[in-house]
């Protein structure tokens, strides 16, 4: 029998301050007599007497607490002097319960007695801001999803931008290299979390998964109130809303804050705080990995540059990956997707050498994407079981598959949806007119 960690006491929000002459958000917090620090900095500065900036800000000092509030997760957070309106309460309670749903699996922990105290706030109404259309800010990871938003973005936006945020001083090879080939500008973030969560192990905390994409999404938000953008537009598709397990009826996705849930409750908060400007919206929510993989087949430029293995990312710059290691779950996943689209030499040279669908030790991996065996979904952001079945049905039968050890193990399948039925827009979605792609306007 597993045994529950040790909960904290309380969890406190202290403050924050906009700091515009250092171009710059610090965030305070408490836990249980521990205090915690993280700075945001945004080198490019911008207009930082916008009210717009003031309220993202507030919005990025609720979301960045997450992080810090996993370290002991007591069952009662504090907003202390922040007050927050009903919706913002609902919104809040969700993103630490649901966005923190794999950490407390893994750490076999029940949050569900989560209790959020503090003020509640009566806005009148939202804060004026009124950016020119057509300035989109599009964070950017350098993987196949935000290469194709920068890509379909180009002949509907006059002017484009990349968003990244790195640590202080530090930035990947990975991003920089297909950032570089889209040339579009790059506004950057830098962030800075207090270094005690660099000791977790050390300190006796609480470890594991947290929403990040929820905080770098309020980031840009802000980012994009300070250089006047009317939007922020990530590259979520329809299957990071598919949950990893179910447990006792309760979904729990690795990916929620790239899930239409979050999405949904984001824009909620938005509306009654920025009425839509900057506007939230995933351009690839309506689409499937299959036909986002489908697309990026045909940016022949970005081949040898682009890199998603989570190994090209590793904090430690010492142990940064400067290639694909052709092994983990992502670069299984990656291989799986684009090979119904790309040849099996062009994916060779993508691995160079090391391409997973050539090495039949992998198998195992294969089949837990493909839901055939007792293994879970891989905690990863990955597809969903039945775009991982057709791409394995639409890559099998290829001539230059002939004889793949590895696809031969994963067949034969049966019963999976219609390759048709994922190559074609599905789902609700809240992409803008101005911003859709044909596929959307047919």
């Not at 750490?107 to 569900?112: P, V």
């Not at 930035?171 to 000791?199: H, K």
């Not at 540059?305 to 290639?323: E, G, K, Q, V, Y």
Request: hydrophobic share 40%.
């Amino acid at each position: 029998m597993r045994v529950s960690p040790r909960r904290g006491e309380s969890f406190r929000y202290v403050g924050y301050d906009i700091d515009a002459s250092r171009n710059r958000l610090v965030c305070r917090y408490r836990l249980d007599g521990r205090e915690f620090r993280e700075e945001v900095t945004f080198p490019g500065g911008g207009a930082w007497d916008e009210p717009a900036v003031a309220e993202a800000a507030r919005l990025v000092f609720l979301l960045a607490a997450v992080s810090y509030y996993k370290s002991a997760a007591p069952p009662v957070v504090d907003l202390g002097d922040t007050a927050v309106t009903d919706v913002e309460r609902v919104f809040l309670r969700e993103f630490y319960l649901d966005g923190l749903g794999e950490f407390a699996y893994r750490n076999n922990l029940d949050l569900s007695d989560l209790r959020i105290v503090g003020s509640r706030l009566a806005r009148t109404a939202p804060v004026a801001f009124s950016p020119q259309d057509g300035r989109p800010l599009v964070p950017f990871g350098g993987g196949v999803d935000s290469i194709v938003t920068a890509e379909l973005l180009r002949p509907l936006a006059k002017d484009p931008a990349l968003f990244v945020v790195n640590r202080p001083g530090d930035r990947f090879d990975a991003i920089e290299r297909p950032a570089g080939v889209t040339g579009f500008p790059v506004v950057r973030a830098e962030r800075l979390i207090d270094p005690q969560l660099l000791r977790s192990g050390e300190l006796g905390f609480l470890n594991g998964h947290v929403p990040v994409t929820g905080i770098l999404s309020a980031i840009a938000l802000m980012a994009a109130a300070l250089d006047g953008r009317d939007a922020v537009v990530m590259s979520n598709e329809w299957s990071a809303s598919v949950g990893t397990v179910e447990v006792d009826g309760r979904s729990i996705n690795h990916q929620y804050s790239k899930g239409e849930a979050f999405e949904n409750s984001l824009r909620s908060v938005l509306a009654e705080t920025l009425a839509g400007r900057p506007d939230y919206f995933s351009l690839l929510r309506p689409f499937t990995e299959l036909w986002i993989a489908r697309r990026f087949a045909a940016y022949p430029q970005y081949f040898d540059h682009f890199r998603s293995c989570n190994r090209a990312f590793h904090l430690d710059p010492a142990r940064r990956l400067d290639r694909w290691c052709g092994r983990c779950d992502k670069c299984c996943f990656i291989d799986l997707i684009l090979a119904p689209f790309l040849d099996e030499p062009t994916l060779r040279r993508v691995f160079d050498g090391r391409e997973p669908l050539a090495d039949p030790a992998l198998v195992g991996r294969f089949q837990a994407l493909l839901g055939l065996s007792s293994e879970n979904k891989p905690w990863e952001c990955v597809g969903d079981v039945t775009e991982c079945r057709v791409a394995t049905l639409l890559a099998a039968p290829r001539r230059d598959r002939a004889g793949s050890a590895v696809l031969a193990a994963l067949g034969p399948l049966s019963g999976e949806p219609t390759p048709e039925e994922l190559l074609t827009p599905h789902g609700r979605h809240f992409v803008p007119d101005r911003y859709a792609p044909d596929d959307l306007l047919v």
